[in-house]
């Protein structure tokens, strides 16, 4: 099973500033098959970021994956007031099919 | 537009069977494949299987609830369930079911809007 490990566990910052996550995997993502998603409380989450860099529909360019192999990050690169959210990683890969990260708490300074 | 309405019992008792439903509006449930995920505090967000169709229904599930678990598509009524056997409090979570299309790399693009599920006598 591959293990994602993101970090930091929480991040404060104010708007206007640059969020940079990690998501670090204990193997190496197949074909980078590594996601990104935003939750907010009593909320599914909402995909991102999909194949490590490609934005999914309606997602603002201030949002962008990269990486591959074993280290991703996403970037936001002027944080709005409604990016305050937890964000998580998820890799496609074989059994389990799916794992997550434990997320990263992004905070309102 | 795609749309994921999920409906099941909120309150299972310990040793019973929990089951639920996804209905798919937007898409057909042929088409892709169709996954049911929980999160709790304890485990966070965890993958429990999925389902697909090519030619016939084939299934993914998870270890950790492989032996417990069934995900049945049903192209009569364009749904997808998802039953657990042999409940425990550990089950205890909130359950999603979401759409993993090989379009976007088989990340979960669609989700449903959760269902609270509560293992308790």
């Known amino acids: 099973e591959i293990v994602l490990t993101q970090s930091p566990g929480a991040l404060s910052l104010s708007p206007g500033e640059r969020a940079t996550l990690s998501c670090r995997a204990s193997?190496?993502?197949?074909?980078?098959?590594l996601a990104w998603y935003q939750q907010k409380p009593g909320q599914a989450p909402r995909l991102l970021i999909y194949?490590?860099?490609s934005r999914a529909a309606g997602i603002p360019d201030r949002f962008s994956g990269s990486g591959s192999g074993t280290d991703f990050t996403l970037t936001i690169s002027r944080l709005e007031p409604e990016d305050f959210a937890v964000y998580y990683c998820?890799?496609?890969?074989?059994?389990?099919?799916?794992?997550f990260g434990q997320g990263t708490k992004l905070e309102i300074k | 537009q795609v749309h994921l309405q999920q409906s099941g019992p909120g309150l299972v008792k310990p040793s019973q069977t929990l089951s639920l439903t996804c209905a798919i509006s937007?898409?057909?449930?042929?088409?892709?494949?169709w996954s049911w995920i929980r999160q709790s505090p304890s485990r966070g967000l965890e993958w429990l299987g999925r389902?697909?169709?090519?030619?016939?229904?084939?299934?993914d599930y998870a270890p950790s609830v492989r032996s417990r678990v069934i995900i049945n598509g049903d192209t009569s009524k364009n749904q997808f369930s998802l039953q657990l056997n042999s409940v425990t409090p550990e089950d205890t979570a909130v359950y999603y079911c979401?759409?993993?299309?090989?379009?976007?790399?088989?990340?979960?693009?669609?989700w449903g809007q959760g269902t609270q599920v509560t293992v308790s006598s």
């Open positions: 979401a759409r993993g299309p090989y379009i976007s790399a088989w990340a979960l693009d669609y």
């Open positions: 937007g898409d057909s449930v042929s088409n892709n494949a």
């Open positions: 389902t697909f169709y090519r030619s016939k229904w084939y299934n």
């Open positions: 193997q190496s993502v197949t074909s980078n098959y």
């Open positions: 194949g490590a860099s």
């Open positions: 998820q890799q496609y890969g074989t059994s389990p099919v799916y794992t």
